[in-house]
């Protein structure tokens, strides 16, 4: 793998951290500022709607500078937002640097795809794309622990501090290792808008809503399950989400790796394992043995999806990739946004903190379903080009599903 990626996986380690270690430290902002828990709370939120909007501005406008030069501006502006929040004198602007810092998430993601998948040959993309994402699930098991440990024991000011710093060194990174791909062929929006008229890219999206959002069912409410239904102690839960992060690392190679020798059976595999999963969560929670094993296995076949998916898109947005690709890392967010919203719905109904994880079962079993969907559709459109093209039909479905992938289209 070209030394490229490594400057990639580290802005993506930066902004992996920087997305969920705020949770750790909410109570320490909250005593600060003097503001409640349900406030600060609104620095996670702010940042979740900043990625589902910066993600198509920034794409956009990304669409139109050479992407090295895109990837370094957004990785600056990453830095500024973090150094904004370290330095916020009230929770108003602590709040506007966590929204500056989320609007590069999804523009540098979904670039950055494009990015890794263009610096290797087209049987390697999937793998490509992973090695990125490798920055983000490595920053669960990592950045977000010690970040967190970090801000309880000197400040949470110093813990954002280093994720700037962090930026800082993916911006050097950037400009020494990535190579100059010159200016993307001028695009006009109309022409990344486009992509959206294409079934199989709105259904690649859709499943990464419902496929991930499963995923953050069990991952939002994975303290008060474990605490209130497993009988694990409030200090087990550190270990238990560097497993659940472990998990994601696992799954997340695994998946680059498979998806490029077979992109929809490895999408099969990673949504149909992690429906059964979540739905048998509310029976493995009341053991401890049974929820330590669950709990990184949901993480690795969640993000065993996440190469397929994002490759899924760039194959059938080929030639105007930009915008399509940054969306559905927004994608992923509005998964996570929605995931959160219908857990809370089902606890509050008085049906336990296990509940949750059937509602993501429904989600992932629909992305399932959803991707069996795609790949008839897919079949079907061979068939027909095939015949078209008065060329006999002789590849069976999945022989034909294959050979598409491996041909990159």
Request: net charge positive; no cysteine; proline share 5%.
């Amino acid at each position: 793998m070209p030394l490229a990626l490594l400057a990639l996986a580290i802005g993506a380690f930066g902004i992996g951290t920087t997305e969920f270690v705020t949770s750790g430290l909410l109570p320490e902002v909250a005593d600060e500022f003097g503001v409640s828990i349900p406030t600060a709370g609104y620095l996670t939120t702010g940042y979740a709607l900043g990625v589902v909007v910066g993600a198509p501005v920034l794409a956009i406008i990304g669409s139109r500078v050479s992407r090295k030069r895109m990837l370094m501006a957004l990785m600056g502006l990453f830095v500024a937002g973090n150094a904004l929040s370290a330095a916020a004198p009230v929770f108003g602007v602590m709040l506007a640097g966590r929204i500056v810092a989320s609007l590069a998430h999804g523009a540098f993601f979904g670039i950055g795809a494009i990015v890794a998948a263009g610096l290797v040959a087209p049987q390697k993309k999937a793998g490509a794309i992973a090695m990125m994402f490798t920055g983000l699930t490595v920053a669960n098991v990592i950045g977000v622990p010690l970040g967190t440990l970090v801000g309880q024991s000197v400040g949470w000011r110093v813990t954002f501090s280093l994720i700037a710093g962090l930026g800082v060194l993916a911006v050097l990174g950037v400009a020494a290792l990535v190579p100059q791909q010159g200016r993307p062929e001028r695009t006009r929006i109309s022409g990344e808008l486009a992509a959206f008229r294409n079934p199989q890219v709105l259904l690649a999206m859709a499943m990464t809503v419902l496929g991930f959002g499963g995923v953050f069912t069990m991952s939002t409410y994975l303290a008060p399950m474990m605490t209130d239904v497993t009988g694990y102690a409030s200090s087990s839960v550190t270990w238990l989400l560097v497993l659940f992060g472990l998990g994601m690392v696992v799954g997340n190679l695994v998946g680059g790796r498979y998806a490029d020798r077979a992109l929809m059976p490895m999408l099969f595999t990673g949504l149909g394992g992690l429906a059964v999963l979540l739905a048998l969560l509310p029976l493995t929670a009341h053991s401890k043995i049974a929820a330590a094993v669950s709990i990184p296995l949901v993480g690795a076949f969640g993000f065993a999806t996440v190469p397929p998916l994002q490759k899924r898109v760039l194959d059938q947005t080929a030639d105007a990739p930009t915008l399509a690709s940054a969306v559905n890392i927004g994608a992923f967010n509005l998964g996570n946004a929605i995931a959160a919203w219908l857990g809370g719905i089902v606890i509050s109904a008085g049906f336990g903190y296990t509940a949750p994880t059937w509602v993501g079962a429904a989600m992932a079993g629909t992305a399932l379903l959803l991707a069996l969907l795609s790949a008839s559709l897919e079949r079907r459109t061979d068939r027909v080009g095939r015949i078209v093209a008065g060329r006999p039909v002789t590849a069976s479905s999945s022989e034909a599903g294959t050979q598409t992938v491996a041909a990159g289209h």
